[in-house]
C-alpha cells in the first residue's frame, strides 16, 4: 500500500529507561505544577478518554497508506480558496501536500541555480550534520527568495494561517517569512537523525504557564474540547524558554517543505503522523502514567499507574524537540500510523501543524538529489513580528538569522548572491521591509 512503512527504521527508542536529560527539578516542577492546577481525577479522565480515542484514531489510519494525507492544487486554491469540506478535513487531518505551487519548469531552475551556488561556495557554506553536509546553511540565496516571495506561496500560507483564530484581533493571516535552510541530499545518503518528533518546543509546553494553558482542556479531563486552531491563547506561548538550536521563539502554523526535485517514498521525503489532536494529547499526558509491569497489558490503558512522583518525561529533552517512539508511546502505534507523504514533484509543497508529529525518510535510494527548501506558514503576531524585524535586519547585512547564531558567513560575498533588489513590493512585506 503506497505510503506504508514497510520496515521501522533504527531510530532510537525512548521509553527503555531514563536518560539524564530526559528528567530533572525543571521537570519535577512542571509536573507538579500541572498536578496542582488539575488534579489527578482530570488527567486520568483524559488519560483513559484519549487512549480510547486512539483505539479508532489508529486502527482508521494503519488501514490507509497516503491517502491519509489530503492532497490540493494550487490552481484551485488560487481561483476558490479551500472548501468547507476541504478546510474540515486538513483541519482533522492537520497536513496536506499542495501541488504545482511553484510551477515544475520554474522549480527545476531554481534548483539548478541553488545548486551550482552551493558547488561555486562549497568552502564557505557550512551544513548539517557535519559528516555528510546535506541540509546547507544558507539562508537567502536566490532561489530561497524566489520561493517565499513567490504570490502562489504568499496566498497559500494566508489561506493555511486564515485557518487560526483569534478573537483579540491581535494576531492576522498575513504572512511574514521564517528564514530557514536548504536541504539537497545525494541519492544514498541515509539520515537517521531525526525520528518521530514534534517541533515548536518540548519541555516548554508543560513548564510555561501559557503554553500550558493552549492545552487546558487536555489537561482538565475534557482532551476533545481540544482546540488546535486557537491562536488567541497560542500567540504568547513560550516555545523559546529552553533556549537550544531545536527551538525558535517564531510561531509557524505549519512547517512546510517546497520541493525543488521529486521525492518519494525511500527516496528522500518525509513521513508525517496525519493527526493533530489525539496525538499531542497523548504525548502531554504520557508522562503522567508509568507502564504496567506486565509488557502485555501495556496496551491497556486502565492498568497504567497515575505517578506523580517520577520526574521522567520519556522523549523529551530541553535541548530538542519533542521525541517519540514504539517504547515510549506505545499507544500511538507509530510503526503503523507514520506514513509516507505522497509522492511529490519540483514546485509541490507539503504542509504540517506546528503539533504534528513528523519524521525524515531515513532513505534516499531514488535517482539523484532530493532537494527541499523550508518555508513554512507564519501568521501576523507580534512576537512573529518582532523576530522577522530582527531577522530582516541581520540578512541585510549578510548574516544569518536569529535562530542561525553560530553560523558566521557573510552571505553578500559568496558568488552568487543577489540580495533583495529585485523583490516584489509584496514579497517585501513578506519578508518585514514595512516593520523597519
Not at 118 to 142: C, F, H, Q, T, V
Not at 351 to 380: F, I, K, L, Q, R
Not at 399 to 414: A, I, M, Q, T, Y
Request: with cysteine; aromatic share 8%.
Amino acid at each position: 500500500m503506497p505510503g506504508v512503512i514497510e520496515n521501522w527504521p533504527e531510530w532510537k527508542e525512548f521509553g527503555v529507561a531514563p536518560e539524564e536529560n530526559t528528567k530533572g527539578p525543571d521537570f519535577a516542577k512542571a509536573k507538579a505544577e500541572i498536578i496542582a492546577q488539575y488534579g489527578e481525577e482530570a488527567l486520568r479522565q483524559s488519560w483513559l478518554r484519549v487512549c480510547k480515542n486512539l483505539e479508532t484514531v489508529t486502527e482508521k489510519l494503519s488501514t490507509l497508506g497516503s491517502d491519509s494525507i489530503p492532497t490540493f492544487h494550487m490552481s484551485e486554491i488560487r481561483d476558490h480558496g479551500l472548501s468547507d469540506e476541504q478546510q474540515a478535513q486538513l483541519k482533522s487531518s492537520g497536513c496536506c501536500v499542495v501541488k504545482d505551487v511553484i510551477p515544475e519548469a520554474e522549480a527545476t531552475s531554481l534548483f539548478q541555480d541553488l545548486k551550482k551556488m552551493a558547488a561555486d561556495n562549497k568552502e564557505k557554506i557550512p551544513g548539517w550534520p557535519a559528516e555528510s553536509p546535506a541540509m546547507l546553511r544558507i539562508y537567502n540565496s536566490p532561489t530561497q527568495l524566489a520561493i517565499r516571495t513567490h504570490p502562489n506561496q504568499i496566498l497559500l500560507q494566508r489561506t493555511l494561517n486564515a485557518l487560526f483564530h483569534d478573537e483579540s484581533n491581535e494576531t492576522g493571516p498575513e504572512p511574514l517569512s521564517y528564514t530557514d535552510g536548504a536541504r539537497i541530499r545525494p541519492s544514498g545518503l541515509k539520515f537517521l537523525g531525526l525520528g518521530p518528533h514534534i517541533d515548536a518546543g518540548s519541555l516548554c509546553r508543560w513548564a510555561d504557564p501559557q503554553y500550558r494553558k493552549v492545552y487546558e482542556n487536555i489537561f482538565s479531563g475534557n482532551p476533545e474540547s481540544h482546540d488546535a486552531f486557537d491562536l488567541g491563547i497560542r500567540k504568547t506561548a513560550d516555545q523559546y524558554l529552553f533556549k537550544a538550536n531545536a527551538h525558535s521563539a517564531v510561531f509557524r502554523s505549519f512547517q512546510g517543505w517546497t520541493a525543488l526535485t521529486s521525492t518519494s517514498p525511500s527516496a528522500g521525503t518525509l513521513m508525517l503522523y496525519p493527526n493533530i489532536s489525539s496525538v499531542i494529547a497523548y504525548v502531554l499526558l504520557r508522562p503522567f502514567f508509568s507502564p504496567p509491569a506486565n509488557e502485555e497489558d501495556v496496551m491497556d490503558a486502565s492498568k497504567w499507574t497515575f505517578d506523580p512522583e517520577s520526574s521522567w518525561f520519556p522523549g523529551t529533552m530541553k535541548e530538542e524537540s519533542q521525541r517519540l517512539s514504539p517504547t515510549s508511546h506505545p499507544h500511538l502505534r507509530l510503526r503503523e500510523c507514520v506514513k509516507y507523504i505522497p509522492r511529490m514533484s519540483p514546485g509541490d509543497t507539503v504542509w504540517w501543524h506546528t503539533d504534528m508529529c513528523h519524521a525524515v525518510d531515513p532513505e534516499h535510494n531514488g535517482e539523484g538529489d532530493a532537494s527541499v527548501v523550508y518555508v513554512a506558514a507564519c501568521p501576523t503576531t507580534p512576537i512573529n513580528k518582532a523576530y522577522v524585524k530582527t531577522q530582516l535586519q541581520a540578512s541585510l547585512v549578510g548574516r544569518g538569522p536569529p535562530d542561525s547564531p553560530d553560523v558566521n558567513v557573510d552571505e553578500r560575498r559568496l558568488k552568487g548572491y543577489k540580495g533583495f533588489d529585485d523583490i516584489s513590493e509584496a514579497g517585501k512585506a513578506v519578508l518585514g521591509f514595512n516593520l523597519l
